[in-house]
Structures are given as C-alpha cells and as structure tokens.
C-alpha cells in the first residue's frame, strides 16, 4: 500500500490485486525475452535418445498442483493407442515429483515418460528443439495460487512449438487461442487428447501454430528495454 508503483506481470494479476483492495499505481511490465536460434529437431531427438519419428511432447515447470503435469501423465496410457510413438518428457522439480515417479511406474511408462530435474540452458534448448508439443495444464487453485502470466508459453513458443495449456490466470495472456497454441479447461482429458491428437495428425497444423507463436513471441516479448518503464524511471 505505501508503494509509489506496483508493476504487474498481466493483467489477470492486476486486476487480482485489484479485487485485493489494493490500491496503488499499476504498471503492466512483461518480461522481455531473447530470441534463441532454431534447432535441428532430428538432431536434438537423437541427442535426448529418441528416434526422428518419435512424438515428443514435453512440460516445463516446478512440480506442483497447479502447473498439471500430473493431468497430461494421466492420459499417456490412453494416447498410446493412437500415438503408438509418443513420449513426455518433464522438465521440472518439486514436491510432486515423488508422487509422478511413482505413478509412471504404477503404469509401466517408464519407457514413455521422462523426468529431468535438473538441466542446464543448453540442455533444456535441445528439449525445446525435441519437442513437437508443449503441455501444461496451468489451473488456478483458490484463493490465489494461479499463473500470473506464462511465460514458459512464449519460451516454447519462440522454438516454435506450438502450445497447450490450461485456460486460467494469466495464461489466455501468454497464448492466442488457436493461433499460437489451445487454451482448454485444465481438468478434461477429453480437451487434451483432442487437442494432442489433432497436432500429431497434422505437422501442417504443427508448423503453423509453431511459427505464429514464434513470431507473435518475437514481435511481442523481445528483449528490448521498455520504453514504458525507462520513461518511468526516467
């Protein structure tokens, strides 16, 4: 409340904290991000010990309730009957991990699904080149444990991955609906099996959204200063 500025990820979290009665002078900063090189998607498959036909999907977040890793393992099972090649790999730590250890083993996916816990910057680059999907099924968990805003959907997105994630918070900010990617009710398998099932059929359909959200990203949230703040601070 004593603050001169209060700067704002989204606007979903500006307007939580207005519901909060707090009243100060809001500002909406994104983050800015840098543009990283496209990669060779065989190459990187190979490099993670998939074969170049494989159907990667992959999830990047700590391993919590209300980022969904937990949701999109649940439907591994059924999705190998059309995908017969899909995998997920998991990138991410948290006090989920244990439980989503256990549940790959529980239903012989050991040879699907993949946690790393602990990557570097040039090892998650070549997840994001591997990957043909980007998943998480973001949910907001009352009264505020919500995403603020993201950004992971536009990192994925400037590898030109297209998205999926869960329609809460500041997510619908981060991703076009069916533009860059899908936002969907986090809680239905239906949604997501549709939506992972509709991508693996159509790499038409993959290069596109890939390439918009790419783009959008690149327009959008690069890394130039803001002119905004800088006027500020100024």
């Not at 076009?176 to 997501?192: D, E, F, M, Q, V």
Request: hydrophobic share 40%.
């Amino acid at each position: 409340q004593d603050s001169d500025y209060v700067f704002c990820i989204s606007q979903f979290t500006q307007n939580l904290l207005g519901r909060q009665s707090v009243h100060a002078r809001f500002h909406l900063l994104q983050p800015p991000l840098s543009t990283p090189t496209l990669q060779d998607k065989t190459a990187c498959k190979i490099a993670l010990g998939y074969d170049p036909d494989d159907f990667v999907t992959l999830s990047v977040g700590r391993l919590i309730d209300r980022k969904g890793q937990h949701r999109v393992l649940e439907i591994i099972p059924r999705l190998q009957a059309t995908i017969p090649n899909i995998h997920y790999d998991i990138v991410g730590n948290g006090p989920n991990k244990t439980n989503i250890q256990e549940a790959i083993v529980a239903n012989n996916l050991e040879k699907r699904v993949r946690i790393y816990d602990r990557v570097d910057d040039m090892t998650l680059a070549t997840h994001y080149g591997a990957a043909d999907v980007f998943v998480l099924l973001t949910e907001f968990i009352r009264p505020n444990d919500a995403e603020g805003f993201g950004i992971v959907f536009l990192e994925a997105g400037m590898h030109q991955i297209p998205v999926i994630g869960g329609n809460s918070g500041g997510v619908a900010e981060a991703i076009i609906n069916g533009r860059t990617g899908y936002l969907i009710n986090p809680k239905s398998r239906a949604a997501l099996e549709a939506k992972i099932i509709a991508l693996y059929n159509s790499s038409d359909l993959r290069t596109k959204l890939g390439r918009q959200a790419r783009m959008r990203a690149i327009t959008q949230f690069n890394d130039t200063p803001s002119t905004d703040l800088i006027t500020l601070l100024s």
